[in-house]
């Protein structure tokens, strides 16, 4: 419609639950102002093609199922730097200029971006270039943007690897055996240290903490003299091996990913322990669910606050949650600030407390 304001949005890096949610609540907000949104498909992807791929979104679009939907309905890529763009002949390109061109093409005012701080520092130079308003909403299961106390899609991968961890609960006991599960978090160990409590853990393993196979069998030698048959065992994916590599995977495009971890520490246990053990990599099933509700709240309220910004005038922010509010901040303050886990955090303490073997010293 013409003298319409347009506001765009997009998802990019990794898909998790509740992206949906936060498009939905945008969507909303934005038809109180009488905005226009425009969902940019894939990610920047969409805005390298001509015509750029787009979606016009209405309450009509977004109202039915989609919030319950894991995933992301536009699309998005965790490849293709713009600035290094990788090319069929294998060099590198600086495509920003048309992705800008894609923006102008499109004719919106300013861009919400949900993403991961990789892609923030990615999409705030390009907002920048092309003096675009940006929003930033952040999101990743792996919850290591310093900046927020929880991101979008954490929750729900935590819900999942708990989910895991009841359903093997009874197997183990059923088999007497020990259970190993290996959940994601690229580089941080929220994930498994969540998870490993909710779900009653023996052996938590995190990549903040060094761990010996000694440790373990210790812990679960104690099992057994207690009395207990089976012993559960949670290793984040980016846990290193005694040799201090991280066990990766090469995909059919050379790119590498974290994954083997809980093998190794399977195969370690088994042979210290003399347990009979199965492990279980849990993968990409901690993100394409449904979102939690608590994943549903935090991307609805990022949603309706990112327009509320827009209209005020507002640019270069990422939300956060902090202090059960919403807080928005610079976004280059906020991808500056990495968050490991914190091994004195009122988690770590829990676990200790709670006679779990999370390792021994700060790896
Ligand atoms: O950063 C999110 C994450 O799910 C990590 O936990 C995991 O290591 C990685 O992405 C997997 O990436 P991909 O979806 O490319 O396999």
């Given at each position: 419609m013409a003298g319409e304001k347009r506001i765009g949005i997009l998802t990019s890096g990794g898909d998790c639950a509740g992206l949906n949610a936060v498009i939905r609540a945008a969507v909303h907000r934005a038809a109180h102002y009488g905005w226009q949104v425009v969902g940019i498909e894939d990610g920047t992807q969409g805005l390298l093609t001509r015509p750029v791929r787009y979606l016009d979104l209405s309450l009509n679009d977004v109202d039915g199922a989609m919030m319950r939907q894991g995933g992301t309905v536009l699309g998005t890529t965790n490849?293709?730097?713009?600035?290094a763009y990788p090319m069929a002949d294998g060099s590198k390109k600086d495509r920003s200029a048309e992705i800008i061109g894609g923006l102008r093409e499109l004719g919106v005012e300013a861009l919400i971006g949900i993403g991961g701080d990789g892609s923030m520092a990615i999409l705030r130079k390009l907002a920048q270039l092309g003096d675009i308003k940006l929003i930033g909403i952040p999101k990743t299961i792996?919850?290591?943007?310093?900046?927020?106390?929880t991101s979008v899609g954490f929750d729900t991968a935590v819900a999942v690897a708990t989910e895991a961890l009841d359903r093997l609960q009874p197997t183990a006991a059923s088999h007497d055996r020990v259970m190993v599960l290996e959940v994601m978090g690229r580089d941080a160990g929220h994930i498994a240290l969540s998870a490993g409590i909710a779900g009653g853990a023996d052996v938590i393993l995190i990549p903040e903490v060094h761990w010996s196979i000694d440790g373990v069998a210790a812990k679960i030698e104690r099992v057994r003299k207690g009395g207990r048959n089976f012993a559960l065992v949670v290793v984040s994916e980016a846990v290193k091996t005694a040799e201090g590599t991280i066990p990766q995977r090469e995909f059919a495009d050379g790119q590498k990913r974290h994954g083997g971890i809980g093998n190794y520490v399977g195969h370690l246990i088994a042979e210290a322990t003399g347990a009979e053990t199965r492990v279980t990599v849990l993968g990409h099933v901690q993100r394409g669910c449904p979102p939690s509700y608590r994943d549903r709240l935090l991307a609805s309220a990022f949603g309706v606050k990112a327009v509320d910004l827009i209209a005020e005038g507002k640019s270069d922010r990422l939300l956060a949650w902090s202090n059960r509010q919403i807080v928005d901040v610079p976004i280059e303050d906020a991808i500056k600030t990495y968050a490991a886990?914190?091994?004195?955090s009122t988690l770590m303490q829990t676990a200790r407390g709670l006679g779990i073997y999370i390792g021994d010293v700060k790896a």
């Open positions: 490849k293709g730097d713009p600035f792996d919850n290591d943007l310093g900046i927020t106390e886990v914190d091994l004195d």
